[in-house]
Nanobody, 116 residues
Framework: VQLVESGGGLVQPGGSLRLSCAAS????????MSWYRQAPGKERELVAR????????DYADSVKGRVTISRDNAKNTAYLQMNSLKPEDTAVYYC??????????WGQGTQVTVSS
């Protein structure tokens, strides 16, 4: 099983990034896909998730209106489009996959830094 994140980097405030999470080794379409983040000295927090059934999404209040989570089951890939980025969005972003039976996998994380 692998979850491989990509797309992180350094961006100026107000900029955009698109993170990708390429999955392999499990039935991607059956898993809820989530993005979490962890800033230095803080706990890991849920940013957004998209359920396996119906494509239902939910978002943390801190990112609503600026972030969109999506998935492409044909490509076994989840995405996180982030716009209007703020310095407080700086964190390591992790991809998470969880099944209805509580099987759970994590990616290695990708660094997002928002700074001028």
């Amino acid at each position: 099983v692998q979850l491989v994140e990509s797309g992180g980097g350094l961006v100026q405030p107000g900029g955009s990034l698109r993170l990708s999470c390429a999955a392999s080794g499990f039935t991607f379409s059956s898993y809820t896909m989530s993005w979490y983040r962890q800033a230095p000295g803080k706990e890991r927090e849920l940013v957004a998730r998209i359920f396996s059934i119906g494509g239902i999404r939910d978002y943390a209040d801190s990112v609503k209106g600026r972030v969109t989570i999506s998935r492409d089951n044909a490509k076994n890939t989840a995405y996180l489009q982030m716009n209007s980025l703020k310095p407080e969005d700086t964190a390591v972003y992790y991809c998470n996959a969880r099944s209805a039976f509580s099987s759970e996998y994590w990616g290695q994380g990708t660094q997002v830094t928002v700074s001028s």
